[in-house]
């Protein structure tokens, strides 16, 4: 997969995915934050953590536990969603985040604490649920939490027999099968996995194929930021930094 030098719908082939931009660091009461764009979508993910455990019952002698809220702005998108099918879906979505970090997260390296994910949709064009875990991704590190590696997510579409990557509102609109995976891109290894609508069979494998690629591409994008973000830091105290 390529990046696009296109923010938008039009103008992208099949394998081609949205711009993405990023920022890390920009909420100073938080432990850790990033903001990822990728075309119109563009998501918010604040850190606080590890601290102790809001409530005793939660917790865990021999890890951290993961809590994650999942908020999209009432302005985020052109249509208003009931409230009540609207925060159904947001719980589901911040399961989805929860569970996929617990998989990342070297959680046994903060036994009895709690780390908050919380994330907020201030744009949506499709693909929220990709960008926020990119973002996650990103926030996490900055909040200096170790993880077994990188995870992102692409999401992808089958559209006249081709695969198209990276999807907007748009082409989530045209109700064909939506297949979205979250990758460790090191070692390929899925973490997270969700299909809505069919998928035929004959498609499946190449589909995987290019949607584990686009995480190794997002990955790349994300890792020079971070290298950016750190030689930066470095250089504000004046240390030469390994990257």
Excluded: W
């Excluded at 030098?5 to 850790?32: F, I, W």
């Excluded at 925060?87 to 970090?101: K, L």
């Excluded at 089958?158 to 990758?183: H, K, T, W």
């Amino acid at each position: 997969a390529v990046v696009s030098t296109q923010s938008g719908h039009y103008g992208r082939g099949p394998n081609e995915m949205r711009k993405l931009k990023c920022e890390m660091g920009l909420v100073q009461d938080a432990d850790g934050s990033a903001i990822v764009e990728q075309g119109y979508t563009r998501v918010l993910v604040t850190i606080y953590g590890p601290h102790e455990c809001k409530l005793k019952s939660d917790r865990n002698t021999d890890k951290a536990i993961i809590s994650c809220s999942y908020k999209k702005a009432s302005f985020s998108t052109g249509t208003r969603l009931k409230q009540l099918q609207s925060d159904s879906r947001a719980t589901e979505i911040s399961v989805m985040i929860q569970s996929t970090f617990e998989a990342a997260v070297l959680l046994e390296k903060y036994p009895k604490a709690q780390i908050d994910i919380n994330v907020q949709v201030l744009q949506g064009d499709g693909g929220e649920r990709c960008v926020a875990i990119n973002a996650t991704t990103l926030a996490l590190i900055d909040a200096g939490i170790p993880m077994r590696d990188y995870v992102c997510a692409c999401a992808a579409t089958i559209y006249q027999d081709q695969a198209i990557l990276d999807i907007n509102y748009l082409e989530e609109s045209c109700r064909g099968p939506l297949f979205m995976l979250a990758v460790m891109p090191k070692t390929e290894k899925i973490v997270q996995l969700q299909l809505d609508n069919r998928l035929h069979n004959d498609h499946l494998d190449r589909v995987v194929r290019q949607t584990i690629q686009g995480c190794k591409d997002i990955q790349a994008l994300l890792d020079r930021k971070v290298k950016e973000n750190t030689v930066e830091a470095a250089a504000a105290y004046d240390i030469k930094p390994k990257v």
